[in-house]
Nanobody
């Protein structure tokens, strides 16, 4: 069974950093499109970033460009999301998801596998 587990969430002051990690069991992340999404109560889930399986192409939503970095740690079978210069509006539950598309897109329906989420809170 394919399972994804997020870790690294927590509480941080504005301007701080967090490093989220998406770990897999039962399959190698190398062959999957991996996306990071976030959701706040009352709003739709938002695609934050993703990394393609073939050439490592990445996508970032405009609001996180220059602050967030997605990468692959193939040795540990994880996909980290480094989040710097965090803002209160980054507060959300962050989810990682896996799909089979080769294109770096964050359309949720392309991701059949989801983790349980990790809370990120940015506040002074």
């Amino acid at each position: 069974q394919l399972q994804l587990v997020e870790s690294g969430g927590g509480f941080v002051q504005p301007g701080g950093s967090l490093r989220l990690s998406c770990a897999a069991s039962g399959f190698s992340l190398d062959y999957y499109l991996i996306g990071w999404f976030r959701q706040v109560p009352g709003k739709e889930r938002e695609g934050v970033s993703c990394i393609s399986p073939r050439d490592g192409s990445t996508y970032y939503i405009d609001s996180v460009k220059g602050r967030f970095t997605i990468s692959r740690d193939n040795a540990n079978n994880t996909v980290p999301l480094q989040m710097n210069s965090l803002k209160p509006e980054d507060t959300a539950v962050y989810y990682c998801a896996a799909g089979r598309s080769i294109l770096p897109v964050t359309t949720p329906k392309l991701y059949p596998y989801w983790g349980q989420g990790t809370q990120v809170t940015v506040s002074s």
